[in-house]
């Protein structure tokens, strides 16, 4: 019997020890570079690539075949996507989940739309992760792991909104004013996964005191979280600092964004993937 965790890559989560684990590539396009999101991609070079870059660019998800293809050999099957409110991996997912089990009438199959990016990704492959290795059947690993993505929540901090404005998912006007003040912004994703902003902070050390605030505010009272960095893990080392000092009983993960996330984070982004109280997830 196998059973596997299949991630698009915007998990940051290439690998995975103990467990069957494979992950399928988003891309970023500009220009005539294309950049596909897998161990070895020179993530640096291509943020720093972006910032020199004043046309369009672009992702691209995984189509269906690549996702049938990381799904073949399964006989329990469980999928995590990026937001299907950023990108259509959730789509593309759901199509090979179809392929898969009209060809496999007795596997089993479940796509987890996270409704976020990276950090909250890994919580989720994390909980399916655990309850496997617990022996626990898939169906109550399905049930565990739909109930436990409740109380996941993301944040993030952008230093620039450029990427996001020529992607179409941020007003270029609000972009243009918020690099021209210096302005941090601070967001979350509403309900159906799309990008929301919160607040914009005049500095980084307000920038990483209002996503503490956050946390707090919205019911984080310990578990784990995940920081994932742009090429910035000076300020996600201090605000790991800062979350540890307000919030007790708390086990944060730093973590560089991989291509995908580094191109919706932007250089010097931060990503926290959170967990809330369970109260305060009803």
């Known amino acids: 019997m196998t059973i596997r965790i299949v ?23 500009f220009g005539s570079r294309e950049y596909i999101d897998e161990l070895g991609t020179d993530v640096e070079g291509m ?32 999928a995590v996507t990026i937001s ?11 199509m090979a989940v179809r392929e898969f089990q009209r060809k496999n009438p007795a596997a089993k199959a479940h796509i ?22 617990d022996g626990k059947t898939w169906e109550e690993t399905r049930d565990e792991t739909i109930a436990y993505q409740k109380r996941t929540r993301i944040l993030y901090s952008l230093e620039s909104l450029g990427n996001l404005a020529r992607n179409g998912r941020v007003n270029a006007h609000i972009a243009r004013i918020a690099a021209a ?17 919160l607040h914009r902070c005049r500095g980084e050390k307000r920038a990483l005191k209002t996503l503490v605030k956050e946390m707090v505010e919205r019911g984080c009272t310990g578990g784990v979280a995940h920081i994932d960095h742009c090429l910035n893990h000076k300020a996600a080392l201090a605000l790991k600092e800062l979350v540890q000092e307000h919030i ?9 964004c991989g291509a995908l996330c580094s191109y919706y984070a932007d250089m010097g982004g931060l990503i926290v993937g959170y967990e809330v109280d369970p109260a ?3």
């Not at 698009?8 to 103990?18: G, R, T, Y």
């Not at 009983?249 to 560089?256: A, E, G, M």
Request: hydrophobic share 40%; net charge negative; with cysteine.
């Open 280 to 282: 305060a997830a009803s």
């Open 181 to 197: 003040l210096n302005i941090r912004v601070i967001g979350h994703a509403s309900d159906e996964g799309a990008i929301e902003l």
């Open 84 to 94: 299907s409110a950023l990108s259509a991996s959730y789509d593309s997912a759901e």
């Open 112 to 133: 987890f739309d996270s409704r976020a990016t990276g950090p909250v990704l890994r919580l989720i492959i994390d909980t399916l992760r655990g309850c496997i290795l």
């Open 7 to 29: 991630s698009d890559s915007s998990s940051d989560l290439l690998e995975l020890p103990d467990i069957d684990y494979r992950t399928v590539p988003l891309k970023v396009m």
């Open 47 to 78: 943020a720093l690539a972006l910032q020199e870059h004043n046309g369009p660019s672009t992702t691209s998800c995984p189509n269906s075949q690549e996702w049938l293809n990381a799904f073949d050999g399964a006989d329990e099957l469980f």
């Open 248 to 256: 007790p009983n708390i086990d944060v993960h730093v973590n560089p």
